[in-house]
């Protein structure tokens, strides 16, 4: 059995309080009128220039006070937006990497693979973050439903009254329905987790091979409803931020980003566990297999974006390409900087077969490999809802870390729950003398 | 001086890796193993050296990017930069995209049939190549071990054989 050490439960804790400080500061220190963002861009240019004449906002000719106003607005809506997306790109993170981990799970149950079963209460323990993860997020479209935020723009119901594309979506875009189908995907999967992981927990009292022939069709099932309400929850969480673009791939390109950053996951958290003495079956032939995952899901990934970038950018489309123009042009360097820490830099190092037996090696391209899908998910959601005022700042890192010590809090707080290895299991055997 | 090998069949391939295993520990050094098909762990077991083929593969890659690079570099940008449908062309960077998927079809074709190449080399194989084999039993079912032997130790290495379950043992005169 493990106990969460009382290490990684404040460390955690102080992650939450930190994040939550800062988050909450973030909010605060957003503007609340209009009026507060003329006088920041006033006394942002007049710094520019040495000069205090912030107050001077109603000097300029009638003409540019009207651009001035439009311009500060659209500015006040964005930074107003900043927290919000802040905090909903790590929820979505680290709730689909959970996902992720119990999709990884799932496959593993329904492929009858040999190597993996004494990791399976690793995945099990990641997949926890199933419920609170669904929880916030879901809080969060709720609150982005009370029109508490612009996320969505076609939540609005100004913007669609003004606009003939989204009114053309409402049938399938519209608040209600948006909600309910968002209930179906969290319900669906969080139903399905509980169900095999309690079947996985009966069977440590003894070998039962009707559970085992229970959860392997569960699972089965499972990947059948992940993958359409995964698609499904990719146009909805994410393509529908920009309402106006739409793309066939995306949720496959959602999907390759979900499943590497599992992957991911699960070795470095074995590798912390094993690391502290716990999981005495797990030999460096299993983080091998791991770190192949990790290689080929990065590579796949790579593809994926490379696929959905070259066709949009050889067409050339107008109501394509605007996607990807504004992404060039406000964050050309996180936009660039995806690619090599998603495929270029795993790749290299990742190719090597005996690196994916040293430990530290896997960590590091773990720690590239999260970092760069966490700016993946960045780059998709900030476009649509904070345009060119992003920054990666306080908003951001506090959310970061107040979602990630949720996740290591309740992750941990599972793995203590059961035998950190299955006790039974038809591959049990097979996968504890797995070699490679 | 080894003017003389031993021919030793067994019918089984772990007996052939508890033979090798005893062989080794006693430091006589095995020529050759025949085999009908790939048995695992026998090159661990032999103590042969790992194959470097795969690095061979990596740097023929980068070979096929580079020799895709500066072919399009040179015919769509350097040699004559038309406007085919709007494209730009001015440098090579900017028209990438579209010359990705050749760059990665000229990675993977370099990669895999030098390295092919390569294999045939390394292991001297080729059409009309005369065949090696000793004795033709072992592409079908036999697994024949080859060790150099002298006068002053072929009756030991004979008896370690005989004891590790050879089922044959032939003295043969070294061409």
């Known amino acids: 059995m493990y106990t969460m050490s009382s290490k990684i439960k404040s460390f955690s804790l102080i992650l939450i309080v930190v994040g939550a400080i800062g988050l909450a500061y973030s909010f605060i220190d957003a503007p609340s009128s209009v009026e507060e963002v003329k006088e920041m861009l006033h006394s942002d240019g007049a710094s520019h220039e040495g000069e205090s004449v912030a107050m001077e906002a109603n000097s300029s000719s009638s003409s540019d006070a009207h651009g001035d106003d439009e311009h500060a607005e659209h500015i006040y809506h964005q930074l107003q937006n900043k927290p919000w997306a802040a905090i909903y790109v790590p929820a979505l993170f680290l709730f689909l990497i959970s996902l992720g981990v119990f999709v990884f799970y799932a496959l593993q149950n329904a492929s009858q693979a040999g190597w993996s079963p004494v990791l399976f209460r690793v995945m099990e323990g990641i997949s926890s973050y199933l419920v609170p993860g669904g929880i916030i997020v879901y809080l969060l479209l709720i609150l982005s439903s009370l029109h508490l935020n612009h996320l969505f723009v076609w939540m609005d119901p100004e913007v669609v009254a003004h606009d003939e594309i989204i009114q053309n979506k409402v049938a399938y875009l519209n608040t209600p329905f948006f909600l309910i189908r968002a209930f179906i995907y969290l319900a669906g999967w969080i139903l399905f987790s509980k169900l095999i992981i309690k079947n996985s927990r009966k069977m440590d009292e003894g070998f039962d091979l009707r559970l085992h022939k229970r959860n392997f069709k569960l699972s089965a ?38 499943l590497v950053s599992a ?72 936009f660039f900087s995806t690619v090599i820490l998603n495929w270029v830099l795993p790749m290299l190092i990742l190719i090597n077969s005996d690196f994916k037996r040293i430990n530290w090696i896997i960590v590091f391209a773990g720690v590239i490999i999260l970092l760069g899908h966490y700016l993946n998910f960045f780059v998709m959601i900030m476009p649509g809802t904070v345009g060119e005022s992003w920054t990666i700042g306080i908003p951001e890192i506090s959310s970061i870390l107040l979602i990630l010590g949720v996740f290591i809090f309740t992750v941990f707080k599972a ?13 049990l055997e097979e996968s504890k003398h797995f070699h490679y | 001086m080894a003017s003389k090998s031993l ?5 089984d391939d772990d007996i052939l890796m508890q033979a090798v295993k005893a062989l080794r520990e006693k430091k006589y050094s095995i020529k050759e193993v025949f085999c009908p098909f790939p048995v695992h762990g026998l090159d661990k077991a032999m103590g042969l050296s790992h194959t470097r083929l795969a690095i061979t593969s990596f740097l023929y890659g980068l070979v096929g990017l580079a020799v895709a690079t500066w072919m399009m570099d040179f015919i769509m940008i350097e040699d004559w930069p038309q406007n085919i449908g709007g494209k730009p062309s001015f440098s090579y960077i900017e028209n990438m995209p579209a010359f990705v998927p050749i760059m990665f079809e000229m990675t993977v074709f370099f990669a895999a049939h030098l390295m092919v190449i390569t294999f045939y080399m390394r292991s001297k194989l080729w059409p009309f ?31 370690v054989l005989h004891e590790n379950g050879a089922s044959e043992i032939k003295l043969i005169d070294n061409k």
């Open chain 1, 415 to 427: 793995l203590a729950k059961a035998p950190l290895t299955v006790q039974h299991g038809a591959f």
């Open chain 2, 7 to 11: 021919h030793a069949i067994f019918t």
């Open chain 1, 221 to 258: 099932g499972f990947l059948v409803f992940f993958i359409v309400t995964e698609s499904m929850m990719s146009w909805d969480w994410i393509m529908s931020i920009d309402t106006h673009w739409f793309s066939t791939l995306f949720g496959w390109f959602v999907l390759a980003s979900i």
């Open chain 2, 129 to 159: 190549k005369k065949s090696e084999n000793p004795d033709v039993r072992t592409t079908d079912d036999k697994f024949l071990m080859e060790i150099s032997v002298n006068e002053n130790n072929v009756q030991a290495i004979a008896e």
């Open chain 1, 263 to 334: 992957v991911t996951t699960i070795a470095i958290v074995t590798i912390y566990l094993k690391g502290k003495g716990y999981l005495e079956h797990v030999n460096n032939s299993h983080i091998h297999d791991l770190g192949k995952f990790m290689m080929g899901f990065s590579i796949f990934w790579a593809y994926l974006w490379f696929s959905q970038f070259l066709l949009i950018w050889y067409s050339n489309i107008p109501e394509e390409v605007t996607y990807y123009a504004q992404r060039l042009e406000d964050y050309p360097v996180l």
